[in-house]
DNA sequence: GTCTATATGAAGATAGAC
DNA sequence: GTCTATCTTCATATAGAC
């Protein structure tokens, strides 16, 4: 290894690069934007953040809000990320719901996931977007999976939709297991739900969803 | 009438008041805060909007936060009322449950209503007690009115709710209606959905819940 | 209470040396 | 690319007259 290192300055590092001060800026970014928002997050914390000066981040974006642009979208990446790398075990429609429900759960009810949701909120009208992103990375994303196995289990004859599509249904799925928890976290931000407690919200969104349309 | 107006103008007209600047201040920080939430509003854009000055403002609110949270308050206590105000004609469980739904989304996907929600959410980590208002305000009256109903409808024997508790079936029923179409329009701004387009969600959520918990 | 004018500080962004 | 120092604008809040 390395035995041909002359031009290896001019390549990025692929991972765990030691200093390049875009992805240091970008990590302090990720930080201060997640825990203020646009408006409220500044300059100035980020660079503090970063520990590298005013021009630095200026270097590498020309503004605030192509920064937090930069911030919203990787964000959103990491999340689909993870989405997709669901492990499913072969196992029953009730298994492999809340198998799924319980990975989207975790993620949305993360500390950086409920800050992104917050965030993209808020800014939504001054940046669509970025909204529209945020929606297709994950919502969707996650809605996606579920709708390929209740496929699945449609055709195993496990489950009954009834007048409703399979997208409906799996669109309704999710928001089934997101809504209450995430608002009581947005909501009561200072208690963070434990490990048993998503559990139980996974569970009583997957009864629901299971009396409603499955069968047997 | 009015034959004793001597201390009239010491009492606030209690409607249609014609030019208490304190009101003025009022409606428009709230225009100005919805449109634009905590850190991105000014007072400047406040006084504008009321056309009043600067140090009007300040003569009734002390400073900015505390303006910001007699508006979200004010907010939550019209959505209160506005769910308080729903008219219920005796019916089976899925008119009632219908009608409420109706109501309640059509309070939450208002402009009004999509607006607060941003801005509760967003500042809910620097401004908790308002997140714990809204909750309470909104959805926690809410299912406290669904709840009602739902008792009504166990003892007919229209519902089996299983284990799950009538406090809990209610919020979920409450979130099952509220999550997907405020997601929607959360993430495109742009759009407004109609009242067909509401009642179709609404639909499908009673549908769902029906199905889940329904007898018959 | 209400106004005009202003104090005071901090924000986003840039200049110019190295 | 990176730094220090700075420009310009605009924010919150106040002073003082009426």
């Given at each position: 290894m390395q035995t041909d290192n002359a031009n290896a300055e001019t390549r990025?590092?692929?991972?765990?690069?030691?200093?390049?001060?875009?992805?240091?800026?970008?990590?302090?970014?990720?930080?201060?934007?997640?825990?203020?928002?646009?408006?409220?997050?500044?300059?100035?914390?980020?660079?503090?953040?970063?520990?590298?000066?005013?021009?630095?981040?200026?270097?590498?974006?020309p503004n605030k809000e192509d920064l937090f642009i930069a911030v919203v979208e990787a964000e959103?990446?990491?999340?689909?990320?993870?989405?997709?790398d669901i492990e499913f075990r072969p196992g029953m429609l009730r298994e492999?719901?809340?198998?799924?429900?319980?990975?989207?759960?975790?993620?949305?009810?993360?500390?950086?996931?409920?800050?992104?949701?917050?965030?993209?909120?808020?800014?939504?009208?001054?940046?669509?977007?970025?909204?529209?992103?945020?929606?297709l990375a994950g919502p969707s994303v996650a809605a996606e999976l579920v709708a390929e196995h209740l496929a699945d289990a449609v055709a195993r004859g496990e489950l009954d939709l009834g007048e409703l599509g399979r997208d409906a249904a799996a669109r309704q799925f999710i928001n089934l297991v997101r809504s209450e928890p995430q608002l009581e976290c947005l909501t009561h931000p200072d208690a963070a739900p434990s490990a048993a407690q998503i559990d139980q919200w996974v569970a009583a969104a997957v009864t629901t969803f299971v009396r409603a349309y499955g069968r047997g």
């Open positions: 990025q590092a692929p991972d765990e690069s030691p200093n390049p001060k875009e992805q240091v800026v970008l990590r302090a970014a990720r930080a201060v934007f997640l825990a203020h928002g646009f408006s409220a997050a500044t300059t100035d914390m980020i660079q503090r953040e970063a520990k590298v000066s005013k021009s630095t981040v200026y270097a590498h974006y959103c990446a990491s999340h689909t990320r993870k989405l997709r492999t719901l809340t198998t799924l429900a319980r990975a989207y759960a975790t993620i949305v009810l993360s500390q950086a996931g409920l800050a992104l949701f917050r965030i993209v909120i808020a800014e939504a009208p001054r940046f669509p977007a970025l909204a529209r992103t945020f929606y």
